[in-house]
C-alpha cells in the first residue's frame, strides 16, 4: 500500500538550533497529521493539514504541506531540551475509519 | 478530546504464554485500533476492532495470534497468543472521532518476553 518515506532518522542538535523533519510520497495524500512521541510515553497529536500548500504554525513549530500533496515538513525554529522525542507524519488512509499508516519517524535529540 | 486507559503498563512475560491488553475509554466510539511498535520503529497497525463485529486485521497479522474483543463501546481488548521474543514490542490502543480527525493513544504496555 502507500508509504510515508520520513527523513532523517536521527537529528542530533544544541540547544537553540532549528530542526526539520520531512515526509514524502509517491502518491497524493489526502491529508497528513504529525505526532509527538516523547521517549518512554505515546503519541501526540501535533496537527493535521489537507490543503495543499497549507502552513500552519504552533509557537515554535511550522507544519507544510506541498503544493502536490506528495509531501510535508516539521519545523522547530530554536529547538529547547522540550523538544526531544520522536516526531512522526502519519496519513489517513482514507478507505476506513481512521486507519492511519505512519512514517518512520524522526528520532530528534537536543544537546543543552 | 477523550480519555484511553490502557493496562498493563509493562509486563515481562515467558515465551509461550500469553498476556491479554485492556484499554478502557471514557467515552463511547465506533471503532477502536490496535497498534504494535517494535523497538526503535514506526507504529505498525495491527486491527480494527468494532464494537458488533469481529476485528479486521491487517496483512501479516491473524486473528490466532491476536484475538481482539470489543464488547461494547468503550472498552476492547488485544491478546498476544503464544508469545516468543519477537513479540517483544510496545502495543497502543488508538480511537478516533472520525475519518481526518486526530488520534489519541492509551498509554502503551511495553511487553518483554523472555
Known amino acids: 500500500g502507500q508509504q510515508v518515506m520520513q527523513i532523517p532518522q536521527y537529528q542530533h542538535v544544541q540547544e537553540g538550533e532549528d530542526f526539520t523533519t520531512y515526509c514524502n510520497s509517491s502518491?497524493?495524500?489526502?491529508?497528513i497529521q504529525w505526532y509527538k512521541q516523547r521517549p518512554g510515553g505515546h503519541p501526540v497529536f501535533l496537527i493535521q493539514?489537507?490543503?495543499?500548500?497549507e502552513v500552519k504554525k504552533q509557537k515554535r513549530l511550522t507544519f507544510q504541506f506541498g503544493e502536490a500533496k506528495k509531501n510535508s515538513s516539521l519545523h522547530i525554529t530554536a529547538t529547547q531540551t522540550t523538544d526531544v522525542g520522536t516526531y512522526f507524519c502519519?496519513?489517513?488512509?482514507?478507505?476506513?475509519?481512521?486507519?492511519?499508516?505512519f512514517g518512520q519517524g524522526t528520532i530528534l535529540t537536543v544537546h543543552p | 478530546s477523550a480519555v484511553i486507559s490502557q493496562k498493563p503498563s509493562r509486563d515481562i512475560c515467558q515465551r509461550g504464554t500469553s498476556l491479554t491488553i485492556q484499554c478502557q475509554v471514557d467515552?463511547?466510539?465506533?471503532?477502536m485500533f490496535w497498534y504494535r511498535q517494535q523497538p526503535g520503529q514506526s507504529l505498525t497497525l495491527i486491527a480494527t476492532?468494532?464494537?458488533?463485529?469481529?476485528?479486521?486485521?491487517e496483512s501479516g497479522f491473524v486473528i490466532d495470534k491476536f484475538p481482539i474483543s470489543r464488547p461494547n463501546l468503550t472498552f476492547s481488548t488485544l491478546t498476544v497468543s503464544n508469545m516468543s521474543p519477537e513479540d517483544s514490542s510496545i502495543y497502543l490502543c488508538?480511537?478516533?472521532?472520525?475519518?481526518?480527525?486526530?488520534?489519541?493513544f492509551g498509554q502503551g504496555t511495553r511487553l518483554t518476553v523472555v
Open positions: 502519519a496519513y489517513d488512509r482514507g478507505t476506513s475509519y481512521g486507519k492511519l499508516t
Open positions: 502518491t497524493t495524500l489526502s491529508n
Open positions: 493539514l489537507v490543503k495543499s500548500g
Open positions: 467515552s463511547q466510539v465506533t471503532m
Open positions: 476492532a468494532n464494537q458488533g463485529s469481529e476485528a479486521t486485521y
Open positions: 488508538s480511537l478516533n472521532q472520525g475519518r481526518n480527525t486526530e488520534a489519541f
